[in-house]
């Protein structure tokens, strides 16, 4: 299964910076698109972020351009999000998956795997 592991959530101020992780266990993510996703409180479950399998291509809904930035380290297997300026509405469970290829300057919207148990970050006024 193309299952992954989010870490690295936490509480942080206003403008305060935090770096999620996402890893695989037991397949090579460098093979995959990936994919952040985050579901905020009375929200649905929205794509933020994506990464090409190479880590040439990136893309970024409106609202965290400029402040988070994927990566990824396929050394490592891992794939990372950098989470700078944040504010309250970033509160919500952050989620990586496998995903489809990247098209254009959009992230697929569905995962190839199930979903993790997330990682929650909250931003505090």
């Known amino acids: 299964q193309l299952q992954l592991v989010e870490s690295g959530g936490g509480l942080v101020q206003t403008g305060g910076s935090l770096r999620l992780s996402c890893a695989a266990a037991?397949?090579?993510?460098?093979?995959?698109?990936i994919g952040w996703f985050r579901q905020g409180p009375g929200n649905e479950r929205e794509g933020i972020a994506c990464?090409?399998?190479?880590?040439?291509?990136?893309n970024y809904v409106d609202s965290v351009k400029g402040r988070f930035t994927i990566s990824r380290d396929n050394a490592e297997n891992t794939v990372y999000l950098q989470m700078n300026d944040l504010k309250p509405e970033d509160t919500a469970v952050y989620y990586c998956?496998?995903?489809?290829?990247?098209?254009?300057?959009?992230?697929?919207?569905?995962?190839?795997?199930?979903w993790g148990q997330g990682t929650q970050v909250t931003v505090s006024s």
């Open positions: 037991g397949f090579f993510l460098d093979r995959y698109a």
């Open positions: 990464i090409s399998p190479s880590g040439s291509y990136r």
């Open positions: 998956a496998a995903v489809a290829p990247l098209y254009r300057d959009t992230c697929p919207r569905t995962p190839l795997g199930p």
